[in-house]
Every structure is written in structure tokens, then in C-alpha cells.
């Protein structure tokens, strides 16, 4: 089975399932409950190329309905899962008390994403790469920087050039074209 989020509703869902698919695997997708309407158009289109329904159904719903069937149903040989940390040691403790040992579970969980800079970086290139890496989608993503490293001799400067870019973003509704972050 195959669990993604909400945050990339079609990239993380179709990669999900069609990796799932090309290593010979059938799939029961559990979109995000936020997302059925992307995922069940990812999966017609997935028919409408070809690959057959029983190899691919969507099972939309909240997670506490359908995951825990998911999680703990022997007859799933293993569980994709992009979320929280908490969620994935949730389905690992269910994965153990019902399915065989050899089941895997691949789990995509948020990460610690570091950026370390020293003396030799441009500091403007720097600015650049921590504001696109740390705000870019409102930092919904697992590979969104969260921790900046800075060589001591470079660190005031640099702060003072981070802080100015900061200040300059602008935080309102998505769709205005005006906003930097959502």
C-alpha cells in the first residue's frame, strides 16, 4: 500500500504508486484525505495509459479509517509512507503485530536538513539558496532547510544580509502573486 501526504499531492502520490507498479507490485493508494480529487485523476490517467484497475485502486478517506487497514492487513506485503515521524513509528508498531517480518516499510519522514557555509561562499548565493531552500512552499517540504551552519568570521555579516532578505518577504494568501510565502 502506498500512504502520501497532502503537500505534494500528485508528485509524491504518482511516485509512490508507479515505483510501486514498475517493481511488480499491485497497490491499494491512500492519498492524503485533503487530496482525493488529484489522486483519483492520477489514477484514471494511470488506466487510461494502460495499467490495469486491479493493479492500481484508489482508497480515498481519512487516515484513521482507512490506514489502520492498510497498516494491519497480513495479506499487504508492505507500506509506502510519506509523513510525520510519529505516523511512521505508528505504522511500523501496527506493521509488526500482523504482517510477515519480511514486509517492508519505506518511510519518507521530515528531515533535519543542514546547510553549512564557510568562508569561501558567496554571501549573496548564500541568501539566495537559504531563502529558496527554507521558504520556498512555506517550508511544507521534507527537504526544506532547517538548520544553517556558519563559519564563525562570516556569520555577522551574513546574518545581517539573511535578516534584510527575510524582512523583505512577504507572508499573505498564496494566490496573490505579491506573496512570498503562503
Partial sequence: SCISPWNFPLAIFTGQV???VVSGNAVLAKPAEQTPLVAAKAVALMHEAGIPAAV?????????????SLTTDARIQ???FTGS???AQSINRAMA??????APLIAETGGLNAMIVDSTALPEQVVRDVLASAF??????CSALRLLYLQEDIAATLLE???GAMDELTVGLPWQLKTDIG
Wanted: glycine share 14%; aromatic share 2%.
Fill in 56 to 68: 492500481v485502486q484508489l482508497l480515498p478517506g481519512s487516515g484513521a479509517e482507512v490506514d489502520a
Fill in 78 to 80: 508492505g507500506v509506502c
Fill in 18 to 20: 508507479l515505483a510501486a
Fill in 161 to 163: 544580509m539573511l535578516y
Fill in 136 to 141: 520556498q512552499s512555506a517550508g511544507q517540504r
Fill in 85 to 87: 515521524t510519529a505516523t
Fill in 97 to 102: 503485530g500482523s504482517m510477515t517480518a519480511s
